[in-house]
């Protein structure tokens, strides 16, 4: 025995109000979705154009002079590198003149500090801890602001990350997708790690 329940519905399909009413509802439903879907991506637009033009990205990269393990008497520095060493205060020194605390011994001749040895105008360095303690320098202080303001969108992923200026320059000169062409080609094979604002000029084809 059919169901009363089963019975009336099909005789109430059969009619055509309610045809026309499920009809019409599902018309409503479609149209109010499809509007709070392009709401929402107008809304998420206009809240990416004033991140990018109102609100500039807050960077936290300190550019006071000196950093906080300076008054451990303890230094960061570079390394990995086999025969130099560049230390958070930006002296540069052979690997064997690093001293225990982590920093660069300041008494041996050869040490050097803010030493741009092996870099061009342009900012680009044959040699990667050369290009750390160049970038360390407090003129370059202004050239680092530049580039971040600039890179906010294509490098925040990479640079929002740092603490300070120390850790700016040693992400900043290590080689990344600025430095190379077509994938797998350095743009300058000798100058490749870049402290400056922009990448090395692209290589003849």
Not at 4 to 30: D, E, I, T
Not at 113 to 141: A, I, M, R, T, W
């Amino acid at each position: 025995m059919v169901p009363w329940g089963a019975v009336l519905w099909r005789r109430l399909l059969r009619k055509r109000w309610v045809l026309g009413v499920v009809f019409g509802l599902s018309l409503v439903y479609f149209l109010t979705s499809t509007f709070k879907q392009e709401e929402r991506m107008v809304r998420d637009r206009n809240l990416l154009q004033v991140q990018e033009h109102e609100q500039p990205i807050v960077w936290k990269v300190k550019f006071s002079s000196g950093n906080s393990s300076q008054l451990s008497n303890q230094c960061r520095n570079s390394v990995q590198g086999k025969l130099l060493i560049t230390d958070e205060l930006g002296y540069i020194c052979e690997r064997k003149d690093l001293l225990v605390n982590g920093c660069c011994n300041v008494n041996v001749p050869s040490t050097k500090l803010y030493s741009c040895d092996s870099c061009l105008p342009n900012g680009c360095c044959s040699v990667y801890e050369y290009c750390v303690s160049c970038c360390l320098q407090p003129n370059k202080q202004h050239l680092l602001e530049r580039f971040l303001n600039r890179a906010a969108i294509a490098f925040q992923n990479l640079f929002m990350a740092v603490e300070d200026r120390f850790e700016l320059c040693l992400a900043k000169c290590r080689t990344s997708s600025q430095s190379v062409q077509h994938e797998n080609t350095y743009r300058d094979p000798i100058a490749k790690y870049c402290y400056g604002e922009y990448p090395p000029e692209l290589l003849p084809v």
